[in-house]
């Protein structure tokens, strides 16, 4: 069994409506450290094992459904889970 | 002329595009549920707004790939009228029959208002009825109508005059060049935010989409009836 964490970002070129709302939000908080807000989904899949290789399935999934690579960018993270 | 009107979980426009091809145009209209496997009896296809599947994950990312999908690429290579509006230009959009994508209003507001539009190109199945640069009144309503495309993408919608409304006067939405709807290469797929089958009558405010719709009918009449 895998438990995998798909994080999905609007890309670095594509504008972030929420993000820059939210990072006018902390303005106002005083927290004029803040540069920049980037707002993001994250995803946490359970998969069990199989014949094929858990790598290239994620990456299959995220490129067909998860994100939508016109405007976003995906990163995952597979942990392999022993499951008694 | 024969016309499909999909619906989806969460579809909510659907009832005003049948009224509209029905009581408005008097033409053939269908329901037909996102898991039909064939449209060959139809001869144009309407996807209607809405909420597909709660617009879960990204607008029109899960109803991409409902059953009917399949026979709607099928109408689409085979050279067949299909019209997306609002949700259904963004199914359009996740399924790749369009290019580019939505992004959140750049107000992050729900907006429904009835906007100008200009015409920008009237040499097409759906807007031949309309003069070239003719400006027109249609409700928008949407929370992700901020289109966006690569550089490239956006030479090539300009070159090949695929950039079918713009948005007049000001932009609602944030989106890039004032886009409010796009055609296909082919020119048989259109997509706009906008909501033409809310501006069939003067008593809803404005009868500027009818002619859209008289546009499709056109163009299939003018190709399939003789003596038409």
């Not at chain 2, 300009?158 to 948005?167: E, P």
């Not at chain 2, 409010?180 to 935010?193: D, Q, S, T």
Request: net charge negative.
């Amino acid at each position: 069994m895998y438990k995998v964490k798909v994080y999905v970002t609007l890309r670095e070129s594509v504008l972030d409506p929420q993000g820059t709302a939210v990072k006018g939000a902390l303005h106002s908080l005083s927290y004029h450290e803040v540069q920049d807000v980037r707002i993001g989904k994250f995803m946490e899949l359970t998969i069990e094992k199989s014949e094929r290789n858990i790598d290239e399935l994620v990456r299959e999934m995220c490129e067909k459904l998860l994100a939508n690579t016109v405007i976003e960018d995906y990163r995952y993270e597979i942990e392999e889970v022993v499951t008694q | 002329m024969k016309f499909a009107v999909i619906v989806f979980p969460g579809s909510n426009c659907d009832v005003d595009m049948y009224h509209a091809m029905k009581d408005e145009l008097g033409e053939e209209v269908e329901y037909v549920w996102h898991d039909a496997e064939n449209l060959d009896e139809f001869d144009g296809i309407l996807l209607p707004g809405g909420f597909s599947y709660g617009d879960y994950l990204r607008s029109g990312a899960i109803a991409r790939f409902s059953n009917v999908m399949k026979a709607i690429m099928k109408a689409a290579e085979q050279g067949k009228p299909i019209l997306g509006v609002c949700n259904g230009f963004q199914i359009l959009l996740e399924a790749g029959l369009l290019p580019g994508a939505m992004r959140r209003n750049n107000s992050l507001k729900f907006i429904c208002r009835p906007v100008e539009l200009r015409v920008e190109n009237n040499e097409t199945m759906f807007t031949s009825a309309y003069e070239k640069g003719e400006i027109i009144t249609i409700p928008i309503a949407h929370g992700e109508g901020n289109y966006y495309c690569d550089e490239e993408t956006l030479n090539k919608l300009i070159a090949n005059r695929q950039i079918v409304f713009r948005y007049h006067n000001e932009n609602p939405n944030g989106s890039l060049e004032d886009i409010a709807g796009i055609i296909n290469e082919k020119g048989n797929v259109l997509g706009m935010m906008p909501h033409p089958e809310r501006a069939v009558d003067e008593l809803l405010g404005s009868a500027d989409g009818l002619k859209l719709f008289q546009s499709i009918v056109k163009y299939w009449r003018e190709a399939h009836v003789v003596n038409a």
